[in-house]
Structure formats: structure tokens, C-alpha cells
């Protein structure tokens, strides 16, 4: 996810659009997001990231471990997951937004690279 991430954009450019979104998708993204387990999804913050390529997709990479895997535990540990349909899937909606703007970028850069 980190790499893929790092070839669509850079730090500045996530800044940007993090900017783009307002405060208010800001203040939500900085939210823990709660899961059908015990386990929440810690929030992303963009001010307090110190490498924000890296934590923006690490954040990404929670999100789609939690819905793509739906074991209560993994390696004898309680993780974090969203049953499908259940009210808490609702929680990650917070995250289509980058991940449409991510997507339109990839495909953007995808079909250049088809080009040439």
C-alpha cells in the first residue's frame, strides 16, 4: 500500500487535499473508527504524522485488513473487523473519499504508463 501510494502522490499533495476537505473531514478522519470487535481503527492525523505517505497508508491498510478479513482473531489476537450489513460498517465511510481521489490518480497514471 506504502508503495503504491508513495507512486501516486506525494506528502505535499496529500496535504493538499486533506486541506481540499475541510475541517470537518479532517476532525472525522482523526477519529478512532469503532469496529464490530473490541478493537477500533485508530484515527489518522495528518498534523501529528511525522511521515504522512507512511501513515496514511498504514491507516488505509487497517481499514481493508478489517473489512477483507473477518476472523475475531488472528494469531490468537482479538483484531479489528466490520461484519458485513452491520451498523459499524458504516464507520468507514470516512474513507472513500481518499480512496476514490487515490483511485482516480492510479488510473489516471496507469493509463499514461498503457500509453507509452
Given at each position: 500500500m506504502e508503495c503504491v501510494i508513495?507512486?501516486?502522490?506525494?506528502q505535499n499533495e496529500i496535504v493538499d487535499f486533506f486541506n481540499s476537505k475541510g475541517g470537518d473531514f479532517n476532525s472525522k478522519v482523526k477519529e478512532n473508527i469503532k469496529t464490530s470487535s473490541v478493537i477500533d481503527i485508530k484515527g489518522f492525523?495528518?498534523?501529528k504524522s511525522?511521515?504522512?505517505v507512511n501513515d496514511l497508508s498504514g491507516w488505509l491498510y487497517s481499514i481493508r485488513c478489517s473489512v477483507v478479513h473477518?476472523?475475531?482473531s488472528r494469531k490468537g489476537k482479538v483484531t479489528?473487523?466490520?461484519?458485513?450489513?452491520s451498523d459499524k460498517s458504516e464507520n468507514?465511510?470516512?474513507s472513500i473519499p481518499i480512496?476514490?481521489?487515490l483511485s482516480?490518480?492510479?488510473?489516471?497514471k496507469d493509463s499514461k504508463i498503457s500509453d507509452e
Open positions: 508513495n507512486w501516486l502522490v506525494d492525523d495528518i498534523d511525522k511521515n504522512i473477518s476472523k475475531k479489528a473487523i466490520f461484519k458485513p450489513y468507514i465511510m470516512v480512496v476514490k481521489w482516480i490518480i492510479c488510473i489516471s
